[in-house]
């Protein structure tokens, strides 16, 4: 079982930025993946980005290209997600996510999910 804890969220005008960490723990050597998700009221879950360890690429998501930056989750056990030019349409409950196999797009491919973190953004 691997364990994923969220922290950073906040409240943050529009053009802030905020950092979200998250800690794993538990047998994080089978992890294939790491990742983050968010959620808006009324909305599915979507994913930002997603970390393939084997290969050692990250993926992003199109509306968060050039603003979020993801590190860590090689070698650590932390994984960061950089925040930055935060638009109110940021605003949603963001998870740290962790998978078994392979970076789906799909919430169903993520075996592990962390409590998630408010994110706001307003001014």
């Known amino acids: 079982q691997v364990q994923l804890t969220e922290s950073g969220g906040g409240q943050v005008p529009p053009g802030g930025s905020l950092r979200l960490s998250c800690a794993a723990s538990g047998s994080i050597a089978s992890i294939y993946a790491v990742g983050w998700f968010r959620q808006a009221p009324g909305k599915g879950r979507e994913r930002l980005s997603c970390l393939d360890r084997k290969i050692g690429f990250t993926y992003y998501r199109d509306s968060v290209k050039g603003r979020f930056t993801m590190s860590g989750g090689n070698d650590k056990n932390t994984v960061y997600l950089q925040m930055n030019s935060l638009k109110p349409e940021d605003s949603a409950v963001y998870y740290c996510?962790?998978?078994?196999?392979?970076?789906?797009?799909?919430?169903?491919?993520?075996?592990?999910w962390g409590q998630g973190t408010q994110v706001t953004v307003s001014s």
């Open positions: 996510v962790a998978a078994d196999g392979f970076c789906s797009d799909y919430e169903t491919g993520f075996d592990y």
